[in-house]
C-alpha cells in the first residue's frame, strides 16, 4: 500500500523555532533474529528507562511512551510508566503489536505482522483491545496512537478516529516496507499535516532525511535505497561511504551522533521544524536489541541521545515539545484561521 496516494492535509504550526518531540516504542522484549512469536511478552526492561531519564530530567524532555498490549497489561511495567505520567515526566499512547495481542484469530507471519494487512475486523478487534488496556492502566483515554512494524493499512486510519485519537506517528518518510508485505511511505510529507479532509487526525511522521551530494535525487527516487537490484549491488553502502547518498532517521538506533547531526543539519536548512528522535524501549537494557549488547554500549547509546539534545538546543535553536502539544498548536491554529 502507497500512503502517497492519499493527499495530505497541510497544516502550519507558525513554528518560531524547531522543536524536538521523542517518541519511545514501549514494548515486550523479543529476539529479533527468530520469526515473530506469541508466547514473547516478556516487559523486564521497562524499569531501564530510569537510565535515559537521568538525562531527560537534566534537559527538560518529555518523551512519549507509545505502549503495546503486553507492557499496558503488565502491572509492574504500567505502574512504573503511569508514574512518569503522574509526575509530568512523560506522556502515553498507543502500539500495537497483533501477533502479542487478541483476539489471535490470525497466523503469526511477517504479512500478518504490519495489522494493516488483517481483515479490518480483526485489525480494529486488535487495536480496541491495545486501547482499552491503555486506557486502563493510565485512567484516561490514550489519544495518541503508533503503529507497530509502521504496519498502517488502508483501514487503519478509520479505526483510529473511531476510537478517539488525533494524533499518529506512524509515517516513515522516504522508506518502504513492501518487500515484506508492508506499507509505501515515498514521497509522503516529513512535517505534520492532517490525514484527512475533515482534519481529525493529525500525522506527526518520524524523522528521516535523505543527505549527500546527491539527496535530491534520491528524495525524488528513494527506492533507490531499498530496490533489490540496488541492494544485490551494494550502492546504497557505497554512495554512502563516498558521501554522496545516505537515508539517516533521528534515533541512537544503528545512527552515530555524527550521522544525526548530518540529518538535523540537512532538514533544517530544508525548512523544517518539527524534529522527532525514535527507539525502543527494550534497547535501554543490553542484550536486547542489536543496538545495545552490553553496558559500554548502553553508555555509548545515552551519550548518543544527549549529543542529539545538546545539538538541537545549542546549536540549531531549538526546544522540546510533546505530540500532544503539536496537536494542541496545530488545532489552535486551525480555528484561529476558521
Known sequence: ?????????????????????????????????????????????????????????????????????????????????????????????????????????????????????????????????????VAQAFGQAPTVFKAGRYGLGPHTMDILKELGYTVDCSYVPHTSFSQEGGPSFYRTPVQPFFTDPDRALLEVPMTVGVCGVLGGVGRRMPAIFDHPLSRAGHLPGMANRLGLLERLRLSPEGFDLDSQIRVMTALFNQGIKVFTLTYHSPTLQPGNTPY????????????TIEGVLSFFRDRLGGRFSTLKEIDRLARSQEASLA
Not at 521497562?46 to 503495546?68: F, K, L
Not at 545495545?292 to 551519550?303: H, I
Open 1 to 133: 500500500m502507497h500512503f502517497s496516494d492519499f493527499p495530505p492535509q497541510p497544516v502550519d504550526l507558525d513554528l518560531k523555532s524547531p522543536v524536538l518531540l521523542v517518541v519511545v516504542d514501549t514494548e515486550e522484549e523479543f529476539n529479533w533474529s527468530l520469526p515473530f512469536d506469541r508466547g514473547s511478552v516478556a516487559t523486564r526492561s521497562i524499569p531501564a528507562q530510569d537510565r535515559v531519564h537521568e538525562i531527560y530530567d537534566r534537559w527538560g524532555v518529555v518523551p512519549t511512551y507509545v505502549m503495546d498490549y503486553p507492557v499496558a497489561t503488565s502491572p509492574v511495567a504500567a505502574h512504573y510508566l503511569r508514574a512518569l505520567v503522574d509526575e509530568g515526566r512523560a506522556e502515553f499512547g498507543t502500539h500495537c503489536h497483533p501477533w502479542v495481542t487478541p483476539p489471535h484469530g490470525e497466523a503469526v507471519t511477517v504479512f500478518n505482522s504490519f495489522h494493516g494487512n488483517l481483515p479490518v475486523e480483526l485489525e480494529a478487534a486488535k487495536i480496541r483491545a491495545s486501547t482499552d488496556a
Open 292 to 303: 545495545v549488547g552490553n553496558q559500554e554500549e548502553l553508555t555509548q547509546f545515552l551519550a
